[in-house]
């Protein structure tokens, strides 16, 4: 399945329901979402649940959040619903192939292995200990001179013995029955942030909530995400864009890049040219944790992109407002 952009995340980070569920990722308060059972109404994630307010729409929340690329997800169970009403009070009961009833008589067959006996279990039962019907011994070490041959079951209702029952549904709140073909049978899945959310969003959380704080402060307009449409007509996406009101604009756009290994390559450098070339802001910096490797550099040089080297969040912030104070 393809993953969401980082582009189509940045929107969905923008939703305050989203923000807070990750923030628990973040935080290290949450590290995965596990879903509860809930005999009523199936598995349920009591604190997306609470987040979103709304028990019936959490499910649709964290799916869209998967499709988006926010969550992992892995599968922890699988779940029966009653077609009839929903309910996932729902058992099983293992019915007769002839009559369909479920008042059935399961037993163990044993054989007798010198004799070579087979019957069920309750034939061999005498007085507390197990002797052959049919020639007469008793049956005392498992394994040498008896074994387990299997299972028998015989119907209640219509007298008729099978060795494999047919499994059939029974709803506990609507009491019908149904089979497997209409019952409805679904995923249940644990749920993990994606190293990509995670990065974007620990990032956001800790570096772009000062940086939107600061430009506040000097009455920019911020957007973290922010979006703008380039001369090409496409949208695009920056980490944080603040603007100036006024009649001429002055915007100036900001992204974030952060090494896994030790440097940021040039990516990150000629990805942002893209978008800058596109929608040309006023200023354009881009913040490298920790730094950008010698082509890079060169790169943002030459496309005009200021960069902005830092160890961490703190020192990237304290750049970034002694640059923007120049
Ligand atoms: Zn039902
Ligand atoms: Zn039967
Ligand atoms: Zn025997």
New binding site residues.
């Given amino acids: 399945m393809p993953k969401g952009s980082k582009t189509e995340r940045g929107e969905i980070y923008k939703d305050h329901c989203v923000q807070l569920l990750l923030s628990k990722f973040v935080s290290g308060e949450l590290s995965k979402l596990t879903p509860v059972y809930d005999p009523k109404r199936g598995y349920r994630y009591m604190i997306a649940e609470k987040i979103v307010g709304e028990p019936a729409t959490t499910d649709d929340f964290l799916n869209d959040l998967f499709d988006a690329g926010v969550l992992e997800r892995e599968l922890y169970d699988k779940i029966i619903y009653c077609p009839n009403c929903d309910s996932a009070n729902v058992s099983v009961h293992y019915c007769?192939p002839?009559?369909?009833?479920f008042n059935?008589r399961k037993s163990a067959l044993i054989e007798h292995v010198p004799c070579g006996y087979i019957d069920v279990e309750e034939k061999f039962r005498k007085k507390g200990k197990l002797v052959c019907p049919k020639c007469g011994k008793e049956l005392s070490k498992p394994d040498v001179d008896y074994r387990k041959a299997g299972v028998w079951c015989t119907?209640n209702?219509?007298?008729?013995s099978f060795d494999i029952p047919v499994p059939l549904h029974f709803c506990r709140d609507c009491n019908r029955n149904f089979a497997f073909e209409d019952a409805l049978y679904k995923d249940i899945y644990l749920y993990k942030i994606s190293d990509e959310a995670m990065q974007e969003t620990a990032l956001g959380l800790i570096l772009i909530a000062p940086i939107r704080e600061f430009f506040e402060k000097h009455e920019f307009n911020v957007e973290t995400p922010g979006f703008l449409k380039g001369k090409s007509g496409a949208s695009h996406m920056f980490d944080v864009m603040a603007s100036r009101g006024g009649i001429s604009r002055d915007i100036t756009v900001i992204d974030l890049a952060t090494a896994t290994e030790d440097v940021v390559s040039e990516q990150s450098v000629i990805a942002m040219f893209a978008k800058v070339y596109d929608v040309s802001p006023e200023k354009a910096y881009l913040i490298a944790i920790p730094k950008v490797n010698e082509n890079g550099k060169r790169l943002a040089n030459l496309y005009n992109i200021e960069l902005i080297e830092a160890k961490g969040q703190k020192e990237a912030l304290k750049y970034l407002k002694a640059t923007i104070k120049e």
């Fill in positions: 007769c002839h009559c369909k009833s059935i119907c209702e219509c007298g008729k």
